[in-house]
């Protein structure tokens, strides 16, 4: 197959692979996007010339790891472990403005895409916690003032609403460069034209879960598309960027959600 089409692997053994998915590409076969021929599904299926099994999901314009189970036993116990919660997930965003320093963010969201429009879907509780991680300030005019000031956001879903790290950064009034919906064009413009980065800088960057082949935690580091770390040494960020890597502790399952009962009530 054309090299172009072959996805980066980050881990691999007999009961599980983990790939880096580019911006862009869709995870599996959609009825929302008639009409594309290229899904990462399909894609890693020939580059291993066996069937998979996707766990989870990644939005078609955020880059970062995804999980495929190789054999059926795995995926049926690796998706109830995402089902419940029992994975956790870290991405690196992009964002305009300086970002709070920690905070935990829980703007209930409505379902997007439902049958019904949105204003009459039901509010669902969402939890998101971020943290900043660094800074930027450009001395150039995108708005109204004399600079523009960027940060570098770490965001931990703590549930798995649709678009949740985008609709709750936007929400707290500091939104994702490249988000052509819930940003601010000026911004997004000025990373294309100027800086070379022309779609969403939201990138999926560590998974933890319990192997259960192995009976132990698996740590999951997946390296930024390079454009992504170009603009992170543009920025003086290039110290925040992960690389490709796994590794494994002794810590014990999950036997609960990580999201505790509490943490995401519904709003009263």
Same mark, same amino acid.
């Given at each position: 197959m054309p090299a172009s089409d072959l996805l980066p692997i980050v881990y691999r053994d007999d009961t599980l692979v983990a790939v880096r998915k580019p911006s862009g590409l869709l995870v599996h076969r959609s009825a929302l996007a008639r009409g594309e021929t290229r899904f990462a599904l399909q894609l890693l299926r020939d580059q291993l010339g066996q069937r998979v099994y996707p766990l989870h999901r990644l939005d078609r314009p955020t880059? +970062?790891?995804?999980?495929?189970?190789?054999?059926?036993? /795995?995926?049926?116990?690796? #998706? %109830?472990?995402? /089902?419940? =919660?029992q994975v956790a997930k870290r991405y690196l965003a992009v964002v305009r403005g300086v970002g709070p320093e920690h905070e935990r963010l829980e703007y209930p969201l409505r379902e997007e895409d #439902?049958?019904?429009?949105?204003?009459?879907?039901? $509010?669902?509780? $969402?939890?998101t916690e971020i943290r900043?991680?660094?800074? &930027? %300030? *450009?001395? &150039? !005019?995108?708005? =109204?003032?004399?600079? $523009?000031r960027y940060s570098l956001i770490e965001a931990r879903p703590l549930s798995g609403r649709r678009h949740?790290?985008?609709? @709750?950064l936007s929400r707290r009034g500091y939104p994702i460069i490249g988000d052509a919906k819930h940003g601010k064009g000026l911004h997004n413009r000025?990373?294309?034209?100027?800086? +070379?980065? $022309? !779609?969403? *800088?939201?990138?999926?960057? %560590?998974?933890?879960l319990w192997h259960p +082949?192995? =009976?132990?935690?698996?740590?999951?580091? #997946?390296? *930024?598309?390079?454009?992504?770390q170009r603009l992170f040494a543009h920025f003086g960020w290039a110290g925040h960027a992960p690389t490709d890597a796994h590794r494994w502790s002794d810590a014990p =399952?999950?036997?609960?959600?990580? &999201?505790?009962? @509490?943490?995401?009530? %519904?709003?009263?």
């Open positions: 880059s +970062g790891l995804l999980l495929f189970a190789l054999d059926p036993q /795995t995926a049926r116990e690796l #998706g %109830e472990a995402f /089902t419940a =919660r #439902g049958s019904r429009p949105k204003a009459e879907m039901p $509010a669902q509780p $969402a939890c900043r991680l660094d800074s &930027v %300030e *450009l001395p &150039v !005019r995108i708005d =109204r003032y004399p600079q $523009a949740q790290i985008r609709r @709750h000025f990373f294309r034209d100027q800086l +070379g980065c $022309a !779609r969403l *800088l939201l990138a999926a960057v %560590e998974l933890s +082949g192995r =009976r132990a935690m698996l740590h999951l580091s #997946g390296a *930024l598309e390079s454009d992504m =399952r999950p036997d609960a959600a990580l &999201v505790s009962a @509490h943490a995401c009530e %519904e709003p009263s």
